[in-house]
Every structure is written in C-alpha cells, then in structure tokens.
C-alpha cells in the first residue's frame, strides 16, 4: 500500500466506470483514505452491480455516491464531476473477441474519452486527470518491436500497426489515448497522466467477473487449452498496483508533471513492484 500520508486533498473525486476491475481496486483506496468518490456507472439503480463497492465504503471513512453516465453521450458526466479536483477515467470496453469493433470498442474508448475530458475542460474544479490507458497503445505487435531504434519503449511510442481489422481493442486503447492527450496539450489548466499497465491480473473487488482478465485465466484450467498453449510471453502487473499507481499519479507530491519527476516516480514504483506497468 502506499503510504498512509498521501496527499489526497480536500473535495470528492470521480472515477468513472466505477464498478470495474481495476477502477474497483481505485474506489478502495480512495475510500480507506477517507476520499469522497463520485462514482459513475451505467446505472446507479443496479444493487447488485455496485453491491461491493457500498460494503467497501461501509467498511472505509470515505464515501461514495453513484452518477448515472454514458460513455457515447455529451454532457453526461457533468453531475458527476461537480466539485471534483481530481478525475480518474477508467471506463473503456475491454473485449478481444466482439461483433462490431467500431461500435463494440473504438466509439466507447474514443468517444468515452473525449465526453469525459471535454467535460473537464468545462468544470473549473478539476486540476489532474488520470486515465488508465494500456501498453497497447504503446506497441501493437512484432512490427512496433523490430522498430524501436533502443529496443525499449518510452512515452514516445504509439501503436502503429493495430487498427479496426487488425488487433481492434489496441486499436481502441490508442485512438482513445491519443484523443486524450490533444485535449489535454490544448489547454492549461489541469493535467494529464496515463497509466499504461500490460496485462493486468489478480483478485476483483466484487465476486461478478467483470474482466476478460479473468476469462484469459480461466482457460489456464477449464479444458480450453486442452490441446496445448502457445508459447507466449506476456507481460503482468498485479490489479492493486496498476490502482496504487492511478493514486501516484493524481495525488503524490513528487508527481510534479515534468516528465522527469514522473520518470522518478515510475522508477521508484518499479523498485518495489513488478515491473511490467508504464506511466506516461
């Protein structure tokens, strides 16, 4: 965990997507220091669906409220994000295999995103921004590889060679990463960091699956991958770092949003944590 001593700051926060993954691990942490959360989910009126985050928030000092939004419509998080200094976006589909991808992942991840920051632009509160990209739109595959001149990847790099027919959801990750950074490069008021983890594993917050994480991990023992399992390398982070570095980078002192200092940062993370996360 990090350090009891995290400078949170005074007034609620948003995370969006509430109910996920790693945007779960995100809402406990921000809890047990006390943190209002305003947390936007699909339907608030869903019980069941946001059951374990009120058994955290009894549990914790913080507390949470629950803001009905949607990624595709404008406006839509404006009540959500009232008063907000801090915005933690994590809402974006994660799917490998889906019917559409442009209306399955790159309209959610894109349009998710500029709603989002748009709104931000427009609510005077907010002063940092934190938005859970991947490695993804980093690099796609082999291709992005043999073209890094150091043979190592840096904020510097994009994705290249995914697109909607091609490896869809790194697609989506990186039109949506970039859209983020235009908007946050066009203004001058509040900051932008992204978390770019590989591929993110360990326990969920709520007993419902929610990631296909877990289906990867299921393969590994239901039979799927029976007839042998490819020799593949992949890269993982542990769920509660990918969240303790969300929190790093909206509220640590030495976050100073110099490139610099968050090299530091990711380094001293690194030391102590796997290594397999990147924050631009």
Known sequence: MLNSDLGVGDGPVLVTGATG?????????????????????????????????DVL?????????????????????ASAMQG??????????????????????????????????EEVDRTRSVERVVVTSSAVAIFGDNVDVESSESGSFTEADWNETSSLDHQPYSFSKTVAER?????????GRWRLTTVNPHFVMGPGTSPIVTSESFKVLAQLGNGSLKRG????QL??????????????????????WALPDLRSVD????RRRDPATALR
């Open 84 to 117: 907000c200094k801090a915005v933690f976006h994590t809402a974006s589909p994660f799917a490998l295999a889906v019917d559409d991808p442009q209306r399955d992942l790159v309209d959610p991840a894109l349009l998710g995103t500029r709603n989002v920051l």
């Open 57 to 77: 928030a009894r549990r914790s000092p913080g507390e949470v409220r629950y803001f009905d939004a949607d990624l595709t419509a404008p406006g839509s998080y």
């Open 21 to 53: 993954y790693v945007a779960g691990w995100i809402v406990r942490l921000l809890l047990e220091r006390g943190v209002r959360v305003h947390a936007a989910v699909r339907d608030s009126k869903n019980a069941a669906k946001r059951a374990h985050l």
């Open 235 to 256: 890269a993982m982070v542990d769920v509660r770092d990918v969240a303790e570095m969300h929190l790093l980078a909206a509220f640590h002192p030495n976050a100073a």
């Open 229 to 232: 399992v490819p020799d593949l």
């Open 267 to 270: 380094r001293a993370l690194r």
């Open 179 to 187: 859209a983020a950074w235009a908007i946050a490069d066009a203004q």
